[in-house]
C-alpha cells in the first residue's frame, strides 16, 4: 500500500511539473536572422479596419458617421452565420470581412472571409487540423481563436495556438496559404490571445506564457522570423501595439508586473517599468507623449507613463480584458463588471463613473466622439466621450451575446455576435449601417 502511494505521489509531482514545463527561448537578432526592416513598406490603410483596434491601432474610426440606433431588424444591412466559436473581432479590407474561427468538436482552425457588401461567404481555408489544448488548458470564456486577424491590403496573417506551439500563417486575399512559420512553444493556462500587429515589412506577434514568453518579428513576405526576444515565464495575455510616443516608435506591451517598451526595428528594450499585474488583457493606448495601461491579475491598477516610462500617475482601478481610449485630454475604460470610467489623462483624477448594465470582455470603439462598446448579453452602448459627465445615446440589442470587438468602416458596423435557437448557439457576423451606406470603397 506504501509502494502503492508513493507511485501516485510521483505521478502526482510529475503532472504538476507537465503543467509549469518551461522552454528556453531562442533568442534571435536581425543581425543573425539578416532580415531587416523595409522602411518603405507601409501601406496605407487608413480606410478600412486592417486588424486589432483598427487601422491606427487604437480603436479610432475616423471620417465616417455610425449609426446610433439598431435592432434585430433595424438598420441590419445583413447578416450571415459562422460556424464554430471564437472572440477573433472582425477585419474589413476592401471587399472583404475576415474572421478566425474554430470547430472544437473537429478541432479545426479556421480563417473565413465574406463579401462585405452582402455577407455571403467568399472562402474558407482550414489552418489547422487537430493539436488542440486540452479543456484544462483554455479558460471557460475563452476559444481557440481568440485573436484577431491582420490585413496588410496584400496578405492575411494568423496567430492560433496548436500543438503547444504559436503557428503564423500568411495567407493571400483568395484564402490560399503562403507561408508558415512556428515561433516558439506555448505552455498555456488559459489559452492564447494575442492579434498579430503590422509594422512597415515586419508582423509582430507576443506570446506571453508560462514555459517562457517571447515576442516575434517576420518578414511579412517570407514568414522569415526577423528577431525574437525572451519575456518573462509568466501567463498574461494583452496584444503589443506599436506607436509613435516622445518621437520614436515603440513596441509597447502590458503583463508580467510591468509596462515594457522596445525597440519594434530590432527588439532591443527601451526601459520597463514595475507597475500593474501579473497578468494584463486589454491593449495600451498613448497620446503623443504618454502611455496608458490596466490590468489585471491578481492585483489592480490603472497607470499613466512618461513617454520614457516614469510613472505619473497611478488609480487603484482594473481595466481587465477590455482595452481603453483615449479622447483628447480624458482615458475612458470599462471594466469587466460593466463600470464606464474616465480619467484626466494629466493627473490620473476619476472625472466620473457610471454603472452601464452586465458583464464586458470586449473592447469600445471611438467614432466622431461616441463610445461604442458591446456586453456579453449582445447590448451595445452608445455614449458620448466627454469629460463632465456620462451621457448616454443609446442601448441598442442584438443576439444573445458579444465577446468580439466591433470593426467600423464607411459608416457601418461589424459585429460578432451569438444567438440562441432551441437551446443552440450559433455565431453570426452582422452588419450594421444605414440603408445608403451599402456602397464599398475600391
Keep these: 500500500m506504501v509502494a502503492f502511494h508513493h507511485r501516485w505521489f510521483l505521478l502526482g509531482i510529475l503532472l504538476l511539473a507537465g503543467c509549469t514545463k518551461t522552454t528556453p527561448v531562442d533568442e534571435i537578432s536581425v543581425q543573425a536572422s539578416g532580415v531587416s526592416l523595409n522602411?518603405?513598406?507601409?501601406?496605407?490603410?487608413?480606410?478600412?479596419?486592417?486588424?486589432?483596434?483598427?487601422?491606427?491601432?487604437?480603436?479610432?474610426?475616423?471620417?465616417?458617421?455610425?449609426?446610433t440606433e439598431w435592432s434585430e431588424t433595424e438598420n441590419v444591412l445583413w447578416r450571415t452565420k459562422v460556424p464554430g466559436r471564437g472572440h477573433s473581432s472582425p477585419v474589413v479590407v476592401n471587399d472583404l470581412v475576415l474572421l478566425a474561427t474554430a470547430d472544437d468538436q473537429n478541432q479545426k482552425q479556421t480563417v473565413m472571409a465574406f463579401d462585405r457588401k452582402d455577407g455571403s461567404q467568399r472562402w474558407e481555408t482550414v489552418v489547422h487540423e487537430g493539436g488542440f489544448p486540452s479543456s484544462g488548458e483554455l479558460h471557460k470564456k475563452g476559444t481557440n481563436a481568440n485573436g484577431t486577424l491582420l490585413c496588410d491590403g496584400e496578405h492575411i496573417y494568423a496567430a492560433f495556438l496548436n500543438s503547444g506551439k504559436i503557428i503564423a500563417t500568411a495567407f493571400d486575399l483568395d484564402g490560399k496559404q503562403l507561408w508558415q512559420q512556428e515561433l516558439g512553444a506555448f505552455n498555456s493556462k488559459f489559452g492564447y490571445a494575442?492579434?498579430?500587429?503590422?509594422?512597415?515589412?515586419?508582423?509582430?506577434?507576443?506570446?506571453d506564457n508560462r514555459g517562457g514568453g517571447y515576442i516575434a518579428a517576420l518578414d511579412r513576405d517570407s514568414g522569415k522570423i526577423a528577431w525574437r526576444i525572451s519575456r518573462p515565464a509568466v501567463?498574461?495575455?494583452?496584444?503589443?501595439?506599436?506607436?509613435?510616443?516622445?518621437?520614436?516608435?515603440?513596441?509597447?506591451?502590458s503583463g508580467c508586473d510591468q509596462v515594457a517598451s522596445y525597440d519594434p526595428a530590432t527588439g532591443k528594450k527601451n526601459w520597463s517599468t514595475?507597475?500593474?499585474?501579473?497578468?494584463?488583457?486589454?491593449?495600451?493606448?498613448?497620446?503623443?507623449?504618454?502611455?496608458?495601461?490596466?490590468?489585471?491579475?491578481?492585483?489592480?491598477?490603472?497607470?499613466?507613463?512618461?513617454?520614457?516610462?516614469?510613472?505619473?500617475?497611478?488609480?487603484?482601478?482594473?481595466?481587465?480584458?477590455?482595452?481603453m481610449l483615449v479622447e483628447g485630454e480624458q482615458l475612458y475604460g470599462i471594466t469587466d463588471d460593466g463600470i464606464a470610467y474616465c480619467w484626466s489623462t494629466e493627473t490620473g483624477d476619476v472625472l466620473w463613473k457610471q454603472r452601464l448594465r452586465g458583464s464586458f470582455s470586449g473592447s469600445p470603439i471611438l467614432c466622431n466622439e461616441l463610445i461604442y462598446i458591446s456586453n456579453l448579453s449582445g447590448e451595445t452602448f452608445v455614449f458620448k466621450a466627454k469629460p463632465d459627465g456620462y451621457e448616454e445615446v443609446s442601448v441598442n440589442q442584438l443576439g444573445a451575446d458579444c465577446y468580439a470587438s466591433p470593426a467600423a468602416v464607411d459608416g457601418q458596423l461589424f459585429l460578432r455576435v451569438g444567438t440562441q435557437s432551441g437551446g443552440q448557439r450559433q455565431e453570426e457576423l452582422v452588419c450594421i449601417g444605414k440603408p445608403d451606406t451599402t456602397k464599398v470603397s475600391e
Design 235 to 253: 501567463s498574461t495575455y494583452s496584444s503589443p501595439l506599436v506607436a509613435e510616443v516622445g518621437g520614436r516608435d515603440q513596441l509597447l506591451i
Design 194 to 207: 494575442p492579434s498579430p500587429l503590422l509594422y512597415k515589412s515586419f508582423v509582430i506577434i507576443a506570446a
Design 274 to 323: 514595475p507597475c500593474l499585474a501579473e497578468a494584463t488583457c486589454g491593449t495600451i493606448v498613448t497620446t503623443d507623449d504618454k502611455i496608458f495601461a490596466s490590468g489585471g491579475y491578481p492585483k489592480r491598477q490603472t497607470v499613466g507613463l512618461s513617454a520614457d516610462g516614469k510613472l505619473l500617475w497611478s488609480d487603484k482601478t482594473k481595466i481587465y480584458e477590455p482595452s
Design 39 to 67: 522602411d518603405a513598406v507601409a501601406p496605407d490603410l487608413s480606410d478600412g479596419w486592417p486588424g486589432w483596434r483598427g487601422p491606427q491601432q487604437n480603436g479610432h474610426a475616423v471620417g465616417q458617421e455610425l449609426p
